[in-house]
């Protein structure tokens, strides 16, 4: 499997490689054998190609592969190019019988989930001339079947994840010149052997293993496209990442629960590197390796150890969507976001920051959600002295769990606001520029502070706002502090000390929810 982001996760989602027949074209009337003749393996028919006609033939929980053989011996036109499954099946007898008795084209073999311990040579004899996609996961073989690899030497695709491998030898894969795609994800692998991989490979999943080091085996890989090593024992990347220089082909790396502590200076040279994980390692700073790379969307450093980002960490990254820095040890951000004019997400909670000013993100206005929850921040400053440079529209801004006694009119003018948490925080009051030109703001989260009132809710408009939570304060008095919520549906004020509730609260509110009138909601119970 392997991972692609989505709206990045982040995103460690994932794609499935299928066979190389997979492909979307005319289609043809090519039949199936007559389900009961082959049952009770089924198959489907696939889209014709410019290679010939597929089926696809699905044989599962099967007794023995002498059942196989009697399902579909001889049921398909010899013409016919088959993608052959079979698991979750007993096939004990599979050593003494072989897939040339079948009397077909395999052209994509999935042995996946079926207990093979030992897979003989003779049972993969003439199948060099067609197979191009082996899947054999999740099989406890505990050495790659080097010998069976031998006489596919047409093979594309080649899964072996979850196979009990322990080491990978130079002899390993040796003849497989067509291998592009190569799946070795949770094995028990500790060793990689100087040049035991194939070097013309597109794709290599290493992740889940036990490697401390990848031994030279990927720098000759000068047409590796994606590279996955995530959950190993990792220490160092330097010198061990394709060498061509410039790399035009390197697009996603991932890199994440390893144990670096730095980036490899060869970074600069992947021109083309869309996507990068570096999530729990023990990186302590970045030293600007990551500047030069413009086409990268997505990065994640979450849970290191770096404490300084420097002015111009990421000066050329134009196409940067996605940042997650959170769990680290930040104090200052010393302008080094700036250039990042595309950047939709930032994620800094979990770090040290003291003092927070929104010159940080002056210009980007793509931004849409900013997290910089769990901090040590006592002080928020706008751009200006009086608002946030109006070409900045953060939708969510999250604020929670830090140090903040006052806001100092810093949030004033952040048009576009929608949701803000200023929750677990020391506010006091809020004073009267604070919550100016939020137009925008639908919920506002000030519970777990020490406010004594929201006179100001009653001076400020806040047109849009239908959800207000500030429970887990000191407020006593509730008299017009709803006159500037006038479309407010939900209000938590429990766990305070309100003694009076004036008549007229509500005067003014008018709850609706997607143009529809509704029913205000107001929580007070609660010490």
Not at 178 to 192: D, G, H, M, T
Not at 492 to 517: A, E, W, Y
Request: contains cysteine; glycine residues 4%.
């Amino acid at each position: 499997m392997w991972p692609v982001r989505s709206s990045l996760s982040p995103l460690v989602a994932v794609v499935i490689f299928v066979s190389v027949a997979d492909c979307l074209v005319e289609s043809s009337s090519v039949s199936c054998a007559v389900r009961k003749e082959i049952s009770p393996c089924t198959c489907q028919n696939k889209p014709f190609i410019s290679q010939g006609r597929t089926v696809d033939v699905s044989c599962e929980r099967m007794t023995s592969f002498e059942q196989v053989l009697d399902a579909v011996k001889k049921k398909f036109e010899p013409d016919v190019q088959i993608n052959m499954k079979i698991s979750y099946s007993t096939l004990d007898d599979l050593p003494q019988m072989s897939f040339n008795q079948m009397g077909l084209k395999i052209f994509s073999l999935d042995l996946n989930d079926n207990n093979i311990t030992s897979l003989p040579e003779s049972v993969f004899m003439g199948m060099g001339q067609w197979a191009e996609h082996l899947g054999l996961s999740n099989n406890p073989l505990g050495a790659v079947p080097h010998s069976v690899l031998a006489l596919m030497p047409r093979l594309k695709v080649l899964d072996l994840q979850r196979a009990n491998i322990t080491n990978i030898t130079s002899a390993d894969f040796q003849g497989l010149a067509s291998l592009r795609n190569l799946l070795l994800k949770e094995n028990e692998i500790e060793l990689l052997e100087e040049d035991s991989l194939p070097t013309k490979l597109h794709k290599l999943q290493l992740g889940g293993n036990r490697i401390k080091s990848l031994n030279g085996t990927v720098r000759k890989m000068s047409e590796l496209e994606w590279l996955i090593i995530n959950h190993n024992r990792i220490e160092s990347l330097d010198g061990e990442l394709p060498c061509a220089t410039p790399n035009d082909k390197l697009q996603l790396l991932v890199a994440d629960d390893n144990q670096l502590v730095s980036l490899p200076d060869s970074m600069h040279n992947f021109k083309r590197l869309d996507y990068a994980n570096f999530h729990r390692n023990n990186i302590t700073s970045l030293n600007r390796t990551l500047a030069k790379n413009r086409l990268l969307t997505y990065l994640n450093l979450e849970a290191n150890h770096i404490s300084t980002l420097v002015e111009n960490e990421f000066s050329d990254l134009e196409q940067l969507k996605d940042i997650l820095l959170g769990w680290n040890r930040i104090e200052w951000l010393n302008g080094s976001l700036v250039p990042l004019k595309t950047l939709r997400t930032l994620n800094l909670t979990h770090n040290a920051i003291g003092h927070f000013s929104f010159q940080e993100l002056a210009g980007l206005t793509q931004l849409k959600m900013v997290d910089l929850s769990h901090n040590d921040m006592h002080t928020l400053t706008s751009r200006t002295q009086n608002q946030v440079e109006s070409e900045v529209r953060i939708v969510e801004l999250r604020l929670q769990f830090n140090k903040l006694s006052r806001l100092s009119g810093a949030l004033s003018g952040l048009s576009g606001l929608n949701r803000l948490n200023l929750s677990h925080n020391l506010i006091e009051v809020i004073q009267p520029n604070d919550l100016i030109g939020l137009d925008d703001l639908k919920i506002l989260d000030v519970s777990y502070n020490k406010l004594l009132t929201l006179e100001e809710t009653s001076k400020t408009l806040l047109p849009r706002l239908e959800e207000l939570r500030a429970s887990h304060n000191a407020i006593r008095v509730l008299e017009h502090d709803f006159y500037g919520l006038p479309r407010l549906c939900w209000a938590d004020l429990s766990h305070n000390d309100i003694l009076t509730v004036d008549p007229t609260l509500t005067d003014n509110t008018r709850c609706q929810l997607h143009g529809v009138n509704s029913t205000l909601r107001i929580y007070l119970h609660g010490e």
